[in-house]
Antibody, heavy 116, light 112 residues
Framework: EVQLQQSGAELGKPGTSVKLSCKVSDYNIRDTYMHWVNQRPGKGLEWIGR????????IYAEKFKSKATLTADTSSNTAYMQLSQLKSDDTAVYFC?????????WGQGTLVTVSS | DVVLTQTPSILSAPIGQSVSISCRSSQSLLDSDGNTYLYWFLQRPGQSPQRLIYLVSNLGSGVPNRFSGSGSGTDFTLKISGVEAEDLGVYYCMQTTHAPYTFGAGTKLELK
C-alpha cells in the first residue's frame, strides 16, 4: 500500500529555517512528481510547488519562490521542503502529495509553528 | 494565475438531501492534450484531503457513486446525491492544467 510519511511537528523561531520530509513507501518517487500544499489555521489549501525527483526540476507558486526549496533523495525515496526566513504567517500544516491515481496519495501533514 | 471560485462557501443540508457545489475558473481548464485537469477533494476535520473526482467527472476508486462531477471549460459542478453523515467536511476543487496549480477557497458542508 502506497504511504507518505511526513516528519513531525516543528517549532521554529522567526528568521530561522525548517526542513520537512516526506518518505514514500511502495512507490518509486522517480515515477511521479512530488507536490507540496499548505493550510494556514482555519484556511483553505494552497499549492506551494512540485519537484520532479528524477532531475530535480521544480515549479513554485510565485509567493513561495523565495520561501520554499524543494529537493528529493531518490536513494531514500524521500522528498524535502525547506522553509526559510520563517515568519508568523508561515504557521500552517504542510502536506505532501503524489500524482499516481490522480492525487490519491497524501501525507498526514506536518504542523509548523513559528513563534519566538 | 487561474482563480477558482467556489460557491456556496457554506452549505447546510439534512441527511439524504442532494446538494451541488459550483467551481468556476477564470480561464478554460481544457489542456492542449484534450484533458481537463479539474479535481474535487473532501477534507474532513483534522485529516488530509481525499481525492473524490478527477478529470472533471471520473470517480476515484473507492469513492461512493453518490458523488458525481460534471462541467467543461470554465464551469464545473460536484453533486452529492443524498448526503450522508460521513460526507461532512470541506470540499475543494483544484486545477492542474495551468501552473501554478490552484485550489478553490472551499465549500463547507454542514449538517442541518
Amino acid at each position: 500500500e502506497v504511504q507518505l510519511q511526513q516528519s513531525g511537528a516543528e517549532l521554529g523561531k522567526p528568521g530561522t529555517s525548517v526542513k520537512l520530509s516526506c518518505k514514500v513507501s511502495d512507490y518509486n518517487i522517480r515515477d511521479t512528481y512530488m507536490h507540496w500544499v499548505n493550510q494556514r489555521p482555519g484556511k483553505g489549501l494552497e499549492w506551494i510547488g512540485r519537484i520532479d525527483p528524477t532531475n530535480g526540476n521544480t515549479i513554485y507558486a510565485e509567493k513561495f519562490k523565495s520561501k520554499a526549496t524543494l529537493t528529493a533523495d531518490t536513494s531514500s525515496n524521500t522528498a524535502y521542503m525547506q522553509l526559510s526566513q520563517l515568519k508568523s504567517d508561515d504557521t500552517a500544516v504542510y502536506f505532501c502529495a503524489i500524482v499516481p491515481d490522480w492525487f490519491a496519495y497524501w501525507g498526514q501533514g506536518t504542523l509548523v509553528t513559528v513563534s519566538s | 494565475d487561474v482563480v477558482l471560485t467556489q460557491t456556496p462557501s457554506i452549505l447546510s443540508a439534512p441527511i439524504g438531501q442532494s446538494v451541488s457545489i459550483s467551481c468556476r475558473s477564470s480561464q478554460s481548464l481544457l489542456d492542449s492534450d484534450g484533458n481537463t485537469y479539474l479535481y474535487w477533494f473532501l477534507q474532513r476535520p483534522g485529516q488530509s484531503p481525499q481525492r473524490l473526482i478527477y478529470l472533471v467527472s471520473n470517480l476515484g476508486s473507492g469513492v461512493p457513486n453518490r458523488f458525481s462531477g460534471s462541467g467543461s471549460g470554465t464551469d464545473f459542478t460536484l453533486k452529492i446525491s443524498g448526503v450522508e453523515a460521513e460526507d461532512l467536511g470541506v470540499y475543494y476543487c483544484m486545477q492542474t492544467t495551468h501552473a501554478p496549480y490552484t485550489f478553490g477557497a472551499g465549500t463547507k458542508l454542514e449538517l442541518k
